[in-house]
């Protein structure tokens, strides 16, 4: 099993930026590629970014390009995700989430992610 834990959620005024990051353990040399994802109250669950683990490449929603940036350590096992320019409704709960899949692990698509952690919840007031 691979165990994902969030972190650096909190209340940030529009315009801000904020830092999350997700620390994995575990059997984590069976994942190829790191994702976030964000669920806000009464949407579906949207895919934000991620980023594979041997050359990071990247791969991005549209609601975020050009404001968020996804990057991993691969000694820490960490992906980090930073978002600047945040608007209101960028506020969701964010959830970090593992792939073991180097052919879908870019498309977005929750199905392709198999472990994911509690989620931290972001804040952004107009």
């Known amino acids: 099993q691979v165990q994902l834990v969030e972190s650096g959620g909190g209340l940030v005024q529009a315009g801000g930026s904020l830092n999350l990051s997700c620390a994995a353990s575990?059997?984590?040399?069976?994942?190829?590629?790191m994702g976030w994802f964000r669920q806000a109250p009464g949407q579906e669950r949207e895919f934000v970014a991620a980023?594979?683990?041997?050359?990071?490449?990247?791969s991005y929603g549209d609601s975020v390009k050009g404001r968020f940036t996804i990057s991993r350590d691969n000694v820490k096992n960490t992906v980090d995700l930073q978002m600047n320019k945040l608007k209101p409704e960028d506020t969701a709960d964010y959830y970090c989430a593992s792939t073991p899949s180097p052919s879908t692990w870019s498309d977005g698509r929750q199905h392709d992610y198999d472990y994911w952690g509690q989620g931290t919840q972001v804040t952004v007031s107009s």
């Open positions: 980023v594979s683990w041997g050359f990071g490449r990247t």
């Open positions: 575990g059997r984590t040399f069976r994942t190829f590629a």
